[in-house]
């Protein structure tokens, strides 16, 4: 989508600083972004994410779950011993997000889990943080102060 098709929209991009993408587009007035490193942060709020990301989390959210083996065996090459050194040297446990959109996948989280050789668990988390990020973009917006 072109941004100047969109001229008059008021835009809010909910998404973090994982795509480099996103700051090309929050260039022009009319749009304004959740403020964040990804979507876990925009979930958990900064002091949580970080506190999680410090004692050696890795995060999985619905979307991952569902393609973790995909994404582990064939975007990042990795076999199960290898995932296991990979993931034991940079984590201590895997962390699902539930946001209570979709049933928790618990086969998909144990099957991730086994592979990583890694502990997990399932935080159940609430949307008020995610809703507030957005309500501030809309805010910067109204303010005419679109960039995040």
Same mark, same amino acid.
């Given at each position: 989508?072109?941004?100047?098709?969109?001229?008059?929209?008021?835009?809010?991009?909910? @998404?973090?600083?994982?795509?480099?993408?996103?700051?090309?587009?929050?260039? @022009?007035?009319?749009?304004?972004?959740?403020?964040?490193?990804?979507?876990?942060?925009?979930?958990?709020?900064?002091?949580? @994410?970080?506190?999680?990301?410090?004692?050696?989390?890795?995060?999985?959210?619905? *979307?991952?779950?569902?393609?973790?083996? *995909?994404?582990?065996?064939?975007?990042?090459?990795?076999?199960?011993?290898?995932?296991?050194?990979?993931?034991?040297?940079?984590?201590?446990?895997?962390? @699902?997000?539930?946001?209570?959109?979709?049933?928790?996948?618990?086969?998909?989280? *144990?099957?991730?889990?086994?592979?990583?050789?890694?502990?997990?668990?399932?935080?159940?988390?609430?949307?008020?943080?995610?809703?507030?990020?957005?309500?501030?973009?809309?805010?910067?917006?109204?303010?005419?102060?679109?960039?995040?």
């Amino acid at each position: 989508v072109h941004m100047h098709a969109l001229q008059g929209s008021r835009i809010v991009l909910v @998404y973090g600083d994982c795509c480099p993408a996103m700051h090309a587009c929050e260039q @022009y007035p009319h749009v304004a972004r959740t403020q964040g490193m990804n979507c876990c942060e925009l979930i958990l709020g900064h002091e949580i @994410y970080k506190k999680l990301i410090r004692s050696g989390v890795f995060f999985l959210l619905p *979307e991952w779950t569902s393609r973790w083996e *995909e994404v582990f065996s064939h975007e990042l090459g990795f076999n199960q011993k290898n995932a296991s050194d990979f993931m034991g040297e940079m984590h201590s446990r895997i962390v @699902y997000l539930d946001t209570g959109v979709i049933p928790v996948p618990s086969e998909e989280i *144990e099957a991730c889990a086994r592979y990583c050789s890694l502990p997990y668990e399932i935080l159940p988390v609430s949307s008020d943080h995610l809703r507030m990020q957005i309500q501030h973009a809309m805010d910067r917006l109204d303010a005419g102060t679109g960039l995040s």
